[in-house]
């Protein structure tokens, strides 16, 4: 397994701009999240899904940011419009519901998307 | 409330010395607990989870529920181990709590 896969690598912008990210999870997870990295806040968790369902979005800054999970393979975070403060690493994350009788919630991570807006 | 806290946000130590990062928590019920670790520019990826009870490139680190604390420990620091390490909980909702994270800088 290639393990979680994000697109595009490295993303510069001008603010004003839509920008979208995208996410496929590895095949067969259960959960997929979405996380921001940045010096001044470190690691924040923006929305996570459950079988494509959002479950929790209070980590979403604002309504300039929206997220969907269309199937179990795919999952995109969109900034509309961008702004410079949101420049940050968006990482995508997925792990095994334990229900399906895995012991860790143990996430796996993507390599992350590295968002600049000038 | 549920948090995990990383009191240092950089920790500097010379090649073969002994570092232990600090991690505590606040959880009402049964976490279970990770360190993960972050070399420049890479993804986050495992370094350890309590319930492995296991060893990694030299990495140790013990749950103590009475000081609710899950700190990491290698005797001896190599260069290689400089990085950002991330300790974090979860509970039974499948979602992670990070740290904010400790730079671990290991001078030659």
């Known amino acids: 397994d290639a393990g979680v896969i994000q697109s595009p690598r490295h993303e510069v912008t001008e603010m004003g701009q839509e920008v979208t990210l995208r996410c496929k999870p590895i095949s067969g997870h259960d959960y997929l999240f979405w996380y921001r990295q940045t010096m001044m806040r470190g690691l924040e968790l923006l929305i996570y899904?459950?079988?494509?369902?959002?479950?929790?979005d209070s980590g979403m800054p604002e309504d300039r940011f929206s997220a969907k999970m269309p199937n179990a393979s795919f999952s995109t975070l969109k900034i509309q419009p961008s702004e410079p403060r949101d420049s940050a690493v968006y990482f995508c994350?997925?792990?095994?519901?334990?229900?399906?009788?895995?012991?860790?919630?143990?996430?796996?991570f993507g390599p992350g998307t590295r968002l600049t807006v000038t | 409330a549920q948090r995990v806290t990383q009191p240092e946000k950089l920790l500097s130590v010379f090649k073969g010395a002994p570092v232990e990062l600090k991690c505590n928590y606040s959880?009402?019920?049964?976490?279970?607990l990770f360190w993960y670790v972050q070399y420049s520019r890479q993804r986050l990826q495992l370094l350890l989870r309590?319930?492995s009870r296991e060893s990694i490139k030299g990495f140790t680190a013990d749950l103590n529920k009475g000081e609710t604390s899950f700190h990491l420990k290698k005797p001896f620091a190599q260069e290689e181990d400089s990085a950002m390490y991330y300790c974090a909980l979860t509970g039974n909702t499948g979602k992670l709590i990070f740290g904010q994270g400790t730079t671990l800088q290991v001078k030659p």
């Open positions: 959880y009402s019920g049964s976490p279970e």
């Open positions: 899904f459950n079988n494509n369902v959002p479950i929790d």
């Open positions: 309590h319930i």
């Open positions: 994350a997925s792990s095994f519901d334990l229900s399906t009788g895995r012991e860790s919630y143990e996430q796996y």
